[in-house]
């Protein structure tokens, strides 16, 4: 490429702000590490009279027209920070069919449209890079597309919402309820006014998807993976699982079981010594198993406009300095097979149950006979009394057990009469 790098950027909102302030701040030392300089030509956004905080660099153009940034020959890489998948796909498609690389950090692009996308990068030599969109500035996807490659990897888990992580720090460490640490997190702009994609596991979605693709080398369709949010976690489940000594995080997990893939978000109990546990606040972790490497951890932050312009601007470095074909997936296929996907329902984990109902005696030993009969053993239990006598939670730990025998057992005690309340139910990892 020539010695000055002109970058289209679509979205100068917080990351893209972020992008121009660490180019402002870094440019000596990116220029040290180019041979050249790396210039903001052409930004893109919907509304170029909105008064803004921090202005684009002089000498910049503000557009509103997409193909300002596609059709111009000086603009080497488009970049995408604007979000969403309709004016997104439009722009990345067009620029990598013009001949552009493009760096986006939008996972949900990508877990919905990524496969058409990287065959489009594919079939034009171009790269589409997006280390920004997955755990923010955490460079996992360098991981493991480069540094981990040679490895099968076992196993994966993340903490992948920052927003969601924060509510069941605060829940834990503060006894709050989750309205409260929702409201908490709104408060200091960790999570949006609709909240939905963080606390119902979407986000963490798109990213699990993104992770698979790269780590298995397959298409894994956003929508067949099982995805439950933590907005119906009650704070009596966080004082249980840490009596327990566990810590509830909302998780995404993704093994492979005899050669099939088994994923998926959830809400978790992990035990309280495991790094993963330890994740607190807004921070982003991922723990990778490879079958050579063992265990390596990733932690750092998930968000923000200069953690996740760092991973941007990591990307538009990476394609600066490639001389042969830009290695988007990290798999010579141009098109990823679909992936072979385990039956949820096969999945085998520990298990943490908690029934409330009614307190007389006999009813400990109807619920351990029901699990036994579903071939679920148990491994601990509480079970505490009330002023007022008459309803009760129990909690069971078990031992590893499929989620069809769980479901099962759930549906018959759920049946009982002397079931108060539906069962709550986590699997532990
Ligand atoms: N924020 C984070 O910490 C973070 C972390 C990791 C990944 N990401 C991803 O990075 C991307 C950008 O996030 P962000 O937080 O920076 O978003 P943001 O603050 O909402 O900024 C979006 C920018 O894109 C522009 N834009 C949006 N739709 C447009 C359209 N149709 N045409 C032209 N311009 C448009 C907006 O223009 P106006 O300024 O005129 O409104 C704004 O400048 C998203 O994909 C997000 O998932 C964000």
Excluded at 75 to 104: F, N, P, Q, Y
């Amino acid at each position: 490429m020539a010695s000055t790098i002109n970058l289209g950027l679509a979205g100068f909102g917080t990351v893209g702000s972020g992008v121009a302030s660490i180019l402002e701040e870094n440019k000596d030392w990116i220029a040290r590490r180019t041979g050249g300089d790396i210039r903001i030509k052409t930004v893109l956004v919907r509304d170029t009279a909105k008064p803004r905080k921090q202005t684009p660099p002089p000498g910049t153009r503000l557009t509103a027209e997409p193909s300002d940034l596609w059709t111009d020959p000086d603009i080497d890489i488009v970049v995408e920070l604007m979000g969403g998948t309709g004016a997104a796909r439009t722009l990345v498609a067009e620029s990598l069919g013009a001949g552009k690389h493009v760096v986006t950090a939008n996972k949900a692009l990508l877990a919905e449209h990524g496969q058409e996308l990287f065959a489009l990068a594919a079939e034009k030599e171009r790269g589409l890079y997006h280390e920004a969109s997955v755990a923010g500035g955490i460079p996992v996807i360098a991981a493991l597309k480069e540094s981990l490659a040679a490895n099968r990897i076992e196993k994966m888990v993340g903490i992948l919402n920052g927003t969601a992580n924060f509510i069941l720090s605060e829940m834990t460490d503060k006894g709050q309820d989750f309205a409260a640490a929702l409201a908490r997190a709104q408060e200091l702009g960790y999570a949006e006014a609709d909240p939905t994609f963080d606390v119902e596991g979407v986000d963490a979605a798109h990213k699990l998807v993104l992770l698979i693709r790269l780590a298995y080398g397959c298409h894994y369709p956003l929508s067949s993976l099982p995805v439950t949010g933590i907005s119906s976690i009650a704070a009596e489940d966080i004082d249980f699982a840490a009596e327990f000594g566990y810590r509830i995080k909302l998780v995404g997990q993704v093994r492979s079981v005899s050669g099939r893939i088994e994923a998926g978000v959830f809400p978790a109990l992990l035990p309280e010594h495991y790094m993963l546990a330890n994740v607190s606040s807004n921070f982003n972790a991922v723990r990778v198993q490879g079958n050579a490497v063992g265990p390596v951890m990733l932690y750092g932050q998930g968000a923000g406009a200069l953690p996740t312009g760092s991973a941007v601007l990591a990307d538009v470095l990476s394609l600066i300095s490639y001389d042969r074909r830009p290695n988007n997936t990290g798999y010579q296929e141009l098109v990823l097979p679909d992936a072979d996907i385990l039956d949820p329902e096969l999945a085998g984990f520990n298990h943490y149950f908690r029934f409330t109902v009614a307190d007389r005696p006999g009813v400990l030993a109807q619920l351990a006979r029901i699990m036994a009969e579903h071939n679920i053993s148990i491994s601990q239990v509480i079970q505490k009394g009330e002023a007022s006598g008459r309803r009760v939670p129990v909690v069971f730990l078990t031992h590893q057990a499929r989620t069809r025998e769980v479901n099962a057992a759930i549906t018959e005690i759920d049946a009982q009469e002397f079931t108060a309340a539906p069962t709550v139910h986590y699997r532990i990892i």
